[in-house]
């Protein structure tokens, strides 16, 4: 089965060091276009480089569920480029309208293979890229030179409001629409691919090798034997296609010239040094990163929103708050919507907020009415719609020690819809400090119900039965979630109390953490994470709903009481090589996570180590178990609609797995019983369901820091020998383990 992913896969790209390029005779000699020398990295456009053909490489990754079917050849680096940019890049549910685009497969005078990509509108013509518009400064030149009286009447406080002066700012405002359209147009001719046959390209000359001139280090073209009819061919080739990109391979290196110019007296060409080519896909990735980077707003994004706009209308203004209940115990009794457009709903609540931190707190003792499993009763549930992958078992085996026992008495007791559950707190585990920012309240207790046992003939007696397995809750009460000071609420505000700066639906964006989102991340990361329940997590008994000793309602679960110690500090862990091992495992568990989809924040109150040797000799794995996963990102796979793919996939699914099977079963060394046949059916055809839907594999900025950080606030520090530990491979790169 052909995709997306298939279609561009390929190792890191990487420029190629100049040591590594084969130098011929000449490369000491300049290049120079009648008589001056031709300078490498002049102009004003930046230049692509390898980090930014491996930021798309890797964003493709997100697509590995959408087919890409075509007749070209596993050597045609041209026409799958040429799918993606049309399917995900300008398509005009990116942006609107939508442009077409096309492929001209030519050859050069000389003849060399040449691939013409061209973009056109269907609604309007393309403005030339060299053509230049109107700027802003020159309509208001004009402007005021064609209607200075419209100047003195603004000078002097005039009325603007007749029909003279509306119809001089109609026709400024389609001058000013029009020219924004033009800006907004893309170059008819993106990007040019240009190959030649190894050996005529002298890419020792085009690295980035600098000489002294006049007191500076310049950069310049070499080896004119081979690379003076190079320049020449890119040169024709920017003057009559006047491209935004130009590739240079002969498929063992590439380039990608951004700019180009052959002035008399300044020559110059702008462009990325060599790019080491690992095969075709290497080719198709640069040439899709240049296509995705040369028109602004058309490019591919493998980003979700992660904060959906809020829809609403105003009520009209007031200076009292309008869209607040009585009583207020949380935030869902104020209105979001309002909030980021009424300075007086925004006051009420930050208001309510401060007044939350005298209301009691629970304490030993105290008894919460519990309603089992409620959460997935009242509230949608987030689920994965991708297939789930495991790492490779033999790095596991690193991390992951003996499976602890499932207390099958809390099941029993949560499941059991003739009980009347209570919890009894016996430990306050997270205080509510206001100047520790936290979001969760967490304490350890016991579940107790009460049970109807018979004492004598007829006679029934109430008893308390306590469940003796102590077990961790986690509430979300939203009066205790630590917001930022208000003056972060209030710097988006004038003083007169106008809402300003960002647009409406931007205010407040991650300032505040809701309840229901929170438990959603943590049921959602604990199904996914099942199979590590026991081992790298605790197990979870479920999410619940919890009356308070005050009445109120929160939502919060329970999880196992892990014993274990804390994550060491720096003062008391000091052997380098008992840090090392720590680092690595951390790491691993870290990429353990992201590699089944969740990402999640790392904090040291967050980890519980439950094997460490103290002597660096002994070879025990390290023993951790993390927890909180209410800010994780997870990698659902969302549903989005990408126009052609429904379209365009009419593979029998069926006919897809019968024949991965049978390679499978093909490639193995031992007959394959019916038994095996049927695992390894079961297995490809959860791999291939997901293209029926075309699901897209949402990707996430992996936080670069991940346990480091929780290590950072233990007081130790990255030198260089420690985070060697996380350098290689970068945890969003699955291709690389």
């Known amino acids: 089965m052909d995709t997306v992913y298939g279609q561009f896969v390929c190792a890191p790209i990487t420029s190629t060091p100049p040591s590594d390029l084969k130098q011929c005779i000449e490369c000491s000699s300049s290049c120079p276009v009648k008589g001056t020398p031709i300078l490498l990295r002049g102009g004003d456009r930046p230049c692509m480089t390898a980090e930014d053909v491996n930021d798309f490489r890797l964003s493709l990754e997100s697509l590995r569920y959408h087919p890409l079917r075509g007749d070209w050849t596993d050597s045609d680096y041209l026409q799958s480029p040429l799918v993606l940019g049309q399917r995900y ?95 907004s147009l893309p170059a008819s001719v993106p990007v040019v691919t240009l190959e030649m046959a190894p050996g005529e390209i002298c890419w020792s000359g085009f690295s980035r090798d600098s000489g002294p001139s006049g007191g500076r280090s310049v950069l310049r073209l070499r080896c004119e034997r081979h690379n003076a009819k190079v320049f020449e061919l890119l040169a024709s080739i920017w003057k009559a296609r006047n491209p935004k990109y130009i590739i240079l391979t002969d498929r063992c290196q590439a380039m990608v010239v951004v700019e180009l110019s052959t002035p008399p007296d300044a020559p110059f060409i702008s462009s990325s040094p060599p790019l080491r080519l690992s095969g075709t896909n290497s080719l198709r990735c640069i040439i899709g990163a240049a296509l995705n980077a040369s028109v602004r707003g058309y490019s591919f994004s493998h980003y979700t929103a992660t904060f959906p706009p809020v829809l609403g209308v105003m009520n009209e203004p007031s200076d009292r708050a309008i869209a607040v209940n009585n009583d207020p115990k949380s935030f869902s009794d104020f209105d979001l919507y309002t909030m980021q457009r009424h300075i007086q709903d925004l006051d009420a609540f930050l208001r309510w907020k401060s007044e939350q931190a005298h209301a009691p707190r629970i304490a030993v003792d105290d008894i919460l009415g519990l309603k089992p499993h409620a959460f997935e009763k009242k509230e949608f549930t987030l689920s994965f719609r991708l297939p789930l992958e495991d790492p490779p078992a033999d790095t596991l085996t690193d991390i992951i020690g003996p499976c602890r026992d499932r207390q099958s008495e809390v099941d029993s007791l949560l499941d059991d819809d003739e009980c009347h559950l209570r919890f009894r707190v016996s430990e306050v585990m997270l205080p509510h400090d206001p100047n520790v920012p936290q979001v969760s309240q967490q304490y350890l207790g016991y579940l107790e119900c009460d049970e109807n046992v018979s004492t004598t003939k007829r006679k029934m007696a109430r008893i308390t039965k306590t469940c003796p397995t102590r077990i961790r809750l986690t509430l979300f009460d939203e009066r205790f979630f630590t917001i930022p000071p208000d003056q972060d609420f209030r710097n988006q505000c004038e003083p007169e109390g106008k809402m300003v700066g960002l647009l409406p639906e931007l205010r407040l964006k991650g300032y505040l953490a809701f309840a229901a989102d929170s438990m959603r991340r943590e049921h959602a990361a604990y199904d996914r994470l099942r199979s590590l329940q026991g081992t790298l997590l605790p197990y979870c008994y479920g999410f619940h709903q919890f009356q308070l000793p005050t009445g109120h309602e929160v939502y919060g679960f329970f999880t196992e009481d892990v014993q274990g110690s804390p994550l060491p500090d720096a003062e008391t862990f000091t052997n380098v090589a008992l840090q090392l091992r720590l680092f690595r495992a951390l790491r691993l568990v870290d990429r353990t996570l992201v590699y089944k989809g969740v990402c999640k924040e790392w904090h040291a109150n967050t980890i519980v180590v439950t094997q460490l040797s103290t002597d660096a000799n002994d070879d025990t794995n390290i023993g951790i178990v993390v927890s909180d996963f209410a800010s994780a990102t997870l990698r659902l796979g969302q549903d989005l609609y990408v126009p052609g793919v429904r379209d365009i996939f009419k593979a029998d699914v069926d006919q897809v797995v019968n024949t991965e099977v049978a390679k499978a079963i093909e490639a193995r060394q031992t007959e394959t019983t019916n038994a095996g046949k049927a695992k390894i059916t079961a297995a490809i055809r959860a791999r291939f369901s997901s293209f029926e839907d075309a699901v897209v594999a949402e990707w996430y900025d992996v936080r670069k820091g991940g346990p480091l950080e929780a290590l950072e606030e233990q007081g130790f520090a990255p030198t260089r020998e420690l985070c060697s530990e996380w350098c290689w491979p970068e945890l969003d790169d699955h291709e690389q383990w």
């Open 89 to 183: 890049m300008y398509h005009c549910f990116r942006e609107p309208p939508t442009y077409q685009l096309s492929l001209e497969c030519t050859l050069t005078t000389e003849g060399h293979p040449c691939g013409v990509y061209r973009l056109q509108d269907p609604a309007a013509p393309v403005r030339p890229s060299g053509e230049q518009g109107v700027t802003m400064v020159d309509m208001l030149d004009r402007v005021r030179k064609e209607h200075p009286a419209l100047s003195e009447r603004a000078k002097s406080g005039s009325s603007l409001r007749d029909t003279e002066v509306v119809d001089i700012l109609t026709k400024y405002k389609a001058a000013v629409d029009a020219q924004r359209n033009a800006r």
